[in-house]
């Protein structure tokens, strides 16, 4: 990971420089903003159809309020478990949008996936940052620091009956396998999510969960989860709508070397009773 293998020199000197060095890279929970994909609807019903899906990071949910997400890394899994092509419309000023269409009966996993590198380097008695890959590195470069991140958002949509085939982990980064239906989800129900990091149960690991329009309360109301040891949290929505849900994993700038930083984020609609 690291291009300079003199790094691991002098390791709690360099502990204490990966974490000055590296901590305006993490994004931390004052300044970051929240990334979404907002569809149209989640449960359609019909032989076929379409969602239009917003894609946008905010301050409020769902407020358009910040920035477009960028398309790039979209990836659309249908119901038989290939990659379903999506129709963009564009990006504005605060929103991506893009249609889905839904040709086959069952579940659709609808994701932006990435995967980098981020870091810092010394140049000329000036320490710079980088975020893509280490090849953007000048010749001459010292003190390189990096760190590998891979983070995922995602959103589902139902047309007929739900399905499983495209719920199923892909075994890396940080991602979120289903225990109940993510269009199968009732408030005033529990509802189970499992939690895996590179395939394994994400024990321990805290997860955000916040119904839409904070923008309009006093208080988000911010239910923080902690996985079980199989990386299992129980999701209780009190009202209908639709729900977001944030975690994140590694990231650790004070390890040697730091350790890899992997994000998730959902939005998930719970219907009533």
Known sequence: MFARPALFARPTLLAAGLAVGLAALLPGPAEAHRRWLLPSSTVIAGDTSAVTVDAAASNGLFSFDHRPMPLDGLAITGPDGQAVEPAII??????????????????????????????????????????????????????????????????????????????????????????????????GEPAQMRFLIDGQPAAGLEVEFVAGGTRYRDEAGIQTLTADAQGTVTLQAAEPGMYYLEASHGGGAEAVPPAPMASYTAVLEFLPL
Do not use: K, W
């Not at 000036?126 to 003190?143: D, H, L, W, Y």
């Open 90 to 187: 564009g990006s504005g000023t605060y929103r991506s949008v893009f249609d889905v269409p839904l040709t086959q009966q069952g579940t659709y996993r609808i994701a932006l996936v990435s995967d980098g590198t981020m870091g810092s380097y010394m140049l000329d008695g000036e320490r710079r940052r980088f975020r893509g890959s280490a090849e953007q590195v000048p010749a001459g470069a010292t003190e390189i620091r990096t760190i590998q991140t891979s983070g995922r958002t995602e959103t589902f949509v139902t047309l007929g009956a739900p399905t499983d085939a495209a719920l199923q982990a892909t075994g890396r980064g940080l991602e979120m396998v289903p225990v109940t239906h993510p269009n199968d989800l009732v408030a």
